[in-house]
């Protein structure tokens, strides 16, 4: 497809927004450059929605401002900002055809475009969606999955400045959204397009985002590559926000000697924390960087007793009890073929794959405090 619009930076500064009591926004900043495609990952009601709406123009902050293409937009009509949003609830005319539905964009006075070019418009992204064949159909008659597609098609349909969608693959079921995700992936890569895409999938954020923010409660906790918030997550929220089986967190306090100790585990780690000795933190471990074994060449080794197997695939999940505290593992499955319950187990990790937290707060998640 041909790039029709020159694609905008989307910033949002200081971005307040409050329904009545409820603070939606609480200071939202937010830099996403000319033609990236930003994922924006959280929890139902941390603010997605509104964050888009409000770039878009359709909610008016009650603080801060929103720039495209380093302009404010302050006072600028939805119309006039030149993005297009996808919503989850598709806002299609249910009577008419899916054709039509992704014509109408092509109508309006802004974005009119010729009718060969259109047509050749409109089935080049129903064919990218696959949708060709559903293009006679009334949108009424078609699946949620398939009326999502449509939804998504309107939008990529009209040149935009920048794309902002709202949980696009939603109502996809796993096998069509991987498939479209890989799509998605390549149409902004295509079209170098500005991509703000909302999601509270994990998997679907590391596999789309150029880079990716974390939001809760309003804010913007985290943004970064991919490998940044895997690998150096802020806090405790971010670390449980990213990979399945979860990150092991395993409360404890520092030691005399300034290392790792789990009291409720019956081990300490030769791990320096940088905290005053009896400061209470957590180790975070993910369950793919402890291997079944013992440990060689520097690694760390903690002994326990296997609680429970769980067959992933090709992957078993294993769950070894230290103490009263639990840790779990992900092994190739031939490694935890023989495992049965209370087997004595050791396991190894790699002292630079652990990460060390804070507690957490009732209101806080424990931030990171190695490096
Ligand atoms: N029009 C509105 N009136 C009142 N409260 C609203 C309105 N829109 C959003 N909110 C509230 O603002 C907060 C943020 O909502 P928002 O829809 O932005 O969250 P979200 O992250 O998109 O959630 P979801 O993933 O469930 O769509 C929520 O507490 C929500 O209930």
């Known amino acids: 497809m041909t790039p029709a619009s020159a694609s905008a930076s989307v910033a949002l500064r200081g971005v ?26 959280g929890p139902s009601g941390a603010g997605k929605t509104t964050t888009l709406k409000t770039i878009a123009g359709l909610e008016e902050p009650d603080a801060g401002t929103v720039e495209l293409g380093g302009r404010e937009m302050t006072g600028v009509e939805p119309y006039d900002r030149g993005v297009a949003m996808c919503f989850e609830s598709y806002a299609l005319y249910p009577h008419r055809s899916a054709y039509d539905n992704l014509a109408s964009p092509l109508r309006s006075p802004k974005y009119r475009l010729p009718g060969a070019e259109a047509r050749t418009r409109i089935h080049e992204v129903a064919e990218l969606l696959g949708i060709e064949r559903l293009l006679e159909r009334p949108v009424g008659a078609l699946s949620n999955g398939q009326r999502q597609r449509v939804a998504l098609g309107r939008v990529l349909v009209r040149p935009a400045r920048a794309f902002l969608l709202d949980e696009p693959l939603s109502h996809l079921d796993a096998k069509l959204r991987q498939a479209m995700r890989a799509e998605l992936k390549a149409i902004g890569d295509v079209r170098h397009t500005t991509t703000l895409y909302v999601t509270h999938d994990s998997v679907e954020a590391l596999a789309l985002g150029d880079r990716i923010g974390v939001i809760r409660d309003g804010r913007i906790t985290q943004t970064g590559t ?38 409720e585990g019956g081990f300490e780690l030769p791990v320096d924390v940088p905290a005053a000795p009896g400061t209470a933190v957590q180790l975070g471990v993910r369950p793919r960087d402890i291997t079944l074994g013992e440990a ?16 992933l695939g090709r992957a078993t999940e294993v769950t070894v009890r230290l103490g009263s505290r639990h840790l779990s593992l992900v092994a190739p499955r031939a490694a935890a073929a023989g495992l049965r ?20 707060r009732p209101e806080r998640p424990g931030r990171r405090i190695t490096p």
Do not use: Q
């Open 226 to 263: 991919r490998e940044e918030i895997w690998h150096r997550p802020y806090d405790t929220f971010v670390a449980r926000a990213f990979g399945r089986p979860l990150i092991n967190l395993l409360p404890g306090t520092v030691t005399a000697e300034g290392h790792f100790g789990s009291a």
């Open 296 to 311: 060689v060449g520097g690694a760390l080794e903690l002994t326990g007793t296997v609680y429970v197997t769980e067959v």
């Open 16 to 41: 307040h927004k409050s329904y009545g009591r409820t603070t939606a926004l609480d200071g939202i900043e937010l830099d996403v450059a000319e033609g990236e495609f930003f994922c924006l990952l």
């Open 341 to 360: 319950v209370d087997d004595p187990v050791r396991l190894s990790v790699r002292p630079e794959s652990l990460l060390l937290f804070e507690a957490d």
